[in-house]
């Protein structure tokens, strides 16, 4: 019999002769949990639709083709093909901070899975909840030093949360339940999953939800009723308290009872660079960012504080600079979800541990009912010092001499143009300090960037992702010539994507907090700082955003930048690259040098304020 015949016979099986198949009556679906044969793949891909996953940032390569096959059939899941894994990685963060879900990024082995570790990086020092899910060689291969093989495993072990190596394809649907659920509760953070290829190339079966088993993984959510109170007390006493603000704040989304908080019992708040959005900068209470490059009213502020009350924030040495002199005159209380932040740099008099929403929500009742008492605080001289350094060292700016453009404008007109709905992404270095102190955020969430880490590169891949996870929003990434340079071929993606972002350079032709520090630490001798922006002007930024598919601006004088900044709003069907043109000597100021008290800030170059004239630490309230 030939194979045509069989083929032929095979179609007309089961039909009367001379007459018309009925059609199959469907089968009905199979109940919920009932197992069904798929591959390791499938279960993969039905894994990542059960658990909600909307998009994946990834590129494929051999070990995870695989999974590769079903994501083309899947209805549920959008993959974006990026440019390189670090832009995968960096979108996924992105995603996670625009929306408050978890990122999900994919990736090969061997150098595909390497190229995460910087973005895991990131979002582990940030506390971003992010998966990464990369491809392994075959279990019979791992350890042999076979091709594109890599532990990643053990490399990302200090900078992930967890991670998984799955080695038994029924246990997919169970470890993707587990990843997902370890990146978004508790101290949020990023989660790695590895999968051998012949694991995914396996048949197993496939019943969602699996049963989950994570002994001794229950994060404290309620705080302990004692410490609470306890803070109150301390609220409702202190002369000179300061809410010490950090991200958690914001992951808590705790902000309405923040603000609640601070209403209540009238205590200054500062807002960490993680934090910035978390209560309102146009608040009267809001004496802005502290620490390195904050402004003098909050690093002061905590300097004299006889309380900090420290609401999801881990004393970073940014924030704190020389930590034997930080805040000497203060009681602390820390509250944190993570237990091993409480103490770990200063010591908490009074440690609270829980999530920032309930323990802000329990501190609002402890207040009031001190304040029913009889105690309130008595701040009038507090908030006297206080106004007194915010007129004496408002934030302000001087226009470069030789008459280029001031980047510290370019960055307060696009936030004056573009409002606080926008959401606002960084890379590092001085155009992030300057977004951070001339645009005003009003509303968690609109502000990203690399805090812990400080990766530069992160603005464009970071702006990608943010815009797919909130298409609704205007989205400006403000980056600098040398940040801009290690990642825009993700530029590429978004023109190709469908993400318009808008992306400005700010383009002072050097690499400018390492020229700013070679200025000031290292008697101006520019080592490999210049990068040819400027003289040579190489790239063209303009030439090289048209080449990627998107529109390419330049702006150099005062005069024109309204005008730039109102025709990149008016292009949405593709992204907006403006290389600004701005001077290569601006410095970020105030600052506390590295590894020096938070005493010595300087608003400016040899410009030190005297916090002890007149301070009202220094007399009896």
Known sequence: MTSATSRARSRSAGSPAGGTAKPAA?????????????????????????????????????????????LLDSTKLRHVLVRHEQGAGHAATGYAQATGKVGVCMATSGPGATNLVTPLADAHMDSVPVVAITGQQTRALIGTDAF?????????????????????????????????HLASTGRPGPVLVDIPKDVLQETTSFSWPPETRLPGYRPTLRPHG????????????????????????????????????????????????????????????????????????????????????????????RVTGKLDSFAPDATVVHADIDPAEISKNRKADVPIVGDCKEIITELISAVKAEIAAG????????????????????????????????????????????????????????????????????????????????????????????????PDKEVWAIDGDGCFQMTNQELATCAIEGAPIKVAVINNGNLGMVR???????EQRYSNTDLGTHAHRIPDFTLLAEAMGCVGLRCETKEEVDEVIEKARGINDRPVVIDFVVGKDAQVWPMVAAGTSNDEIMAARGIRPLFDDDDVSEREL
Request: proline share 8%; with cysteine; aromatic share 10%.
């Open 26 to 70: 469907p089968k009905p679906a199979p109940p919920a949990g009932t197992p069904i044969r798929v591959t390791g793949a499938q279960s993969l891909v039905r894994s990542l639709e059960a658990v909600g996953v909307e998009v994946v940032f990834g590129i494929p390569g051999g070990a995870i083709l695989p999974a590769y096959d079903p």
């Open 148 to 180: 594109q093989e890599a532990d990643i495993c053990g490399i990302t072990l200090p900078i992930t949360k967890h991670n998984f190596l799955v080695t038994d394809p029924a246990e997919i649907p169970r470890t993707i339940a587990e990843a997902f």
């Open 226 to 317: 004692k410490q609470v109170r306890e803070a109150a007390r301390l609220m409702t006493r202190a002369r000179r308290p300061v809410f010490y603000v950090g991200g958690g704040v914001i992951k808590a989304k705790a902000s309405d009872a923040l603000r609640e908080l601070a209403e209540l019992t009238g205590i200054p708040v500062v807002t960490t660079l993680m934090a910035r959005g978390a209560f309102p900068d146009s608040h009267r209470q809001h004496l802005g960012m502290p620490g390195m490059h904050g402004s003098v009213a909050a690093v002061a502020a905590m300097q004299r504080a006889d309380l900090l009350i420290a609401l999801g924030a881990r004393f970073d040495d």
């Open 375 to 470: 105690h309130t605080a008595k701040l009038d001289d507090w908030w006297t010092q206080i106004d007194a350094w915010r007129r004496t060292y408002p934030q302000g700016y001087d226009w470069p001499k030789d008459g280029s453009l001031a980047p510290q404008y370019v960055i307060e007109r696009i936030g004056q143009i573009v409002g606080p709905d926008a959401l606002y992404v960084a890379g590092v270095g001085q155009h992030q300090m300057w977004a951070a102190q001339f645009i005003s955020y009003e509303k968690p969430g609109t502000w990203i960037n690399s805090g812990g880490l400080g990766t530069m590169g992160f603005a464009v891949p970071a702006a990608m992702g943010a815009k797919f996870g909130r």
């Open 516 to 522: 700013q520090w070679q200025n000031l630490f290292y």
